[in-house]
């Protein structure tokens, strides 16, 4: 069993504790539920620069603990005061010791939008997310029937969420509908293996359509990289472990977003 079909597993069971401890219902007594969430495709929408989505992560199955001084208020607060586009956070508990609550406190205090990063199987993850502030959600087609991926999609508008859709290779293209997800991410990480072709993107950017707005994710680490993603379709990133594993955020950052300003 690969290390995806083991966390899916891992997800199948905490979604039967959620199902047992929720009803949809009670989510919509939160106080996120009702409140305007805050555009991800209009964020990433830049002239100037690829649009940035920075992660936080303290951890992930293939690498252990990326930031043993992890603070998820502090690094937010780095994030939206040098300007990023938007704030990806993992709530999987087991594999990447991340929490839902994360989103709730970053939402007390959020200037652009966050995006749930999880396995997301269910309705019910769909409405935790908005009940807890989130912006968006990602969903992951690797681990979702066409069905699913339309199912969520219309779930996630439902709760006025936008829906950033993952695919890795392009056997994922054949079962998404491209009008009604027309913000795609490309994954550089085989979701099997976990290791990393930067080239993934660039490569499967040339198979979607023009007016898709597409994110490159994973791996991204150096000039030359940000360069050939910026000559490319590819309209913004999202960056993860390269700021998690950096000693100075803040620092790193700030170089990283110069790499995206696109040359006058």
Known sequence: MSILQKIVETKK??????????????????????AN?????????????LGIIAEIKKASPSKGILKNDFDYLDIANIYMQNKVD???????????????????????????????????IDEYQVFEAK??????????????????INELTAVAKECSLEVLLEIHSEAQLGKINLSENDLIGVNNRDLDTFEINTGTSLRLAQLIPDD???????????????????SSKIKGVLVGEHFMKSEDIKEQLMEFIEWCKYES
């Open 13 to 34: 069971e905490e979604v039967k504790i959620l199902r047992a401890k929720y009803s949809l219902e009670n989510f919509k007594d939160y106080e996120f539920f009702n």
């Open 37 to 49: 969430s805050i555009s991800l495709k209009e964020s990433l929408r830049r002239d100037d620069r």
């Open 86 to 120: 938007a704030i990806s956070i993992l709530t999987d508990k087991k594999y990447f010791q991340g929490d839902i609550k994360f989103i709730a406190d970053i939402a007390q205090l959020k200037t652009v939008p966050l995006l749930r990063k999880d396995f997301i």
């Open 131 to 148: 009940a807890f502030g989130a912006d968006a959600i990602l969903l992951i087609s690797e681990i979702l029937s066409k069905n699913q």
């Open 212 to 230: 898709v707005l597409i994110i490159s994710e994973s791996g991204l680490n150096n000039y030359s990289d940000i360069i050939k993603i910026r």
